[in-house]
């Protein structure tokens, strides 16, 4: 008697919940996956994509390989660190915004590099990319400018690449433009963190004076009573000059160098 009343009454309830359940699960519209839009506002920057063209040319001025850790400041939709870790290398993207992460790293998947490809939900005038051997940044001239003493204290060596955007007085070691295929931001600057050699230095034949402005570098070399002029250029801990029409190559290591001038060996060391 119980169980025939309870047929009745909450059988037809029962199956009209199910049915109109059903439809309303069938009416929802499949989540979107989130698609950002050319110049969205982004923290200090707007969020425009480099074309990958420029990313790939980027990455070889840059002369990544397996060996790199690469850091793109801003990474946006992790085109640059997604492309950099199918070059076999470790890349890490700092990005503010997190839309912006979540959507990297499922490009990162559907790219097969996720093992290699990490990115960070994070401010890039609070993070540490001390560890990069490269750098990669499509910013503003006035960040890269507030960026520029941090970049010079980073290891020599540690390439800097850039699209569009200089760092003023700190001229690029080096411009390419991408033409073919390439409609706008189509340049990008490659600079070399230059070892720290300003001061005074004492080679076995007399004392060497540098003044250094990034990674230019002129100066004296005294020995006894003659003085001669020092003009050269630092490429990471590579130093070159000439002084007296000799040409000096070699290499910088804190406080000393040594290389070669004229076919002999030469060595200085830090004074002050
Ligand atoms: C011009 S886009 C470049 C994106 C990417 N690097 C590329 O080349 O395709 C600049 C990116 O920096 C991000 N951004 C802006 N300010 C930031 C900040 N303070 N910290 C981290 N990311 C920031 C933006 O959200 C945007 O995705």
Redesign the pocket.
């Known amino acids: 008697m119980k169980s025939s009343r309870f047929f009745r009454y909450s059988l037809p309830a029962f199956c009209l919940f199910w049915i109109f359940g059903a439809a309303f699960v069938q009416a929802q519209p499949a989540k979107k996956e989130y698609q950002p839009e050319v110049g969205q506002a ?9 074309p990958q063209l420029l ?1 790939d040319k980027m990455l070889d001025m840059g002369k990544v390989t397996a060996k790199d850790y690469v850091i ?6 992790g ?2 660190v997604i492309t950099a870790a199918k070059r076999g290398a470790r890349a890490l993207g ?4 997190p839309e ?1 992460v979540e959507l990297s790293k499922r490009n990162a998947a559907k790219e097969g590099v996720n093992d290699k490809a990490s990115f960070v939900k ?4 609070e993070s540490d990319f001390s560890q990069a051997t490269v750098i ?4 503003l001239p006035s960040i890269n400018i507030k960026l520029r003493p941090k970049i010079l204290d980073l290891k020599p060596g540690t390439r800097i690449v850039s ?1 569009t955007f200089d760092m003023e007085e700190w001229k690029p070691d080096e411009t390419i433009e991408a033409e073919k295929g390439c409609t706008s931001w189509c340049t990008a600057y490659l600079w070399i963190v230059p070892a720290k050699v300003e001061g005074t230095w004492q080679l076995p034949q007399g004392e060497l004076t540098l003044k250094q402005t990034f990674q230019m570098i002129s100066g004296a070399l005294k020995s006894g009573t003659n003085t001669t002029q020092v003009n050269g250029k630092l490429n990471g801990d590579q130093i070159s000059f000439t002084a007296g029409g000799v040409q000096y190559t070699g290499h910088v290591s804190g406080n000393s160098m040594e290389g070669t001038a004229n076919g002999n060996k030469w060595s200085a060391t830090r004074r002050r």
Do not use: C, H, Q
């Open positions: 982004g923290k200090d920057v707007v969020w425009v994509p480099t990313v793109d400041l801003g990474s946006g939709d085109r640059t700092i990005e503010y915004n912006m994070a401010d890039l005038f990669t940044m499509f910013l699209n």
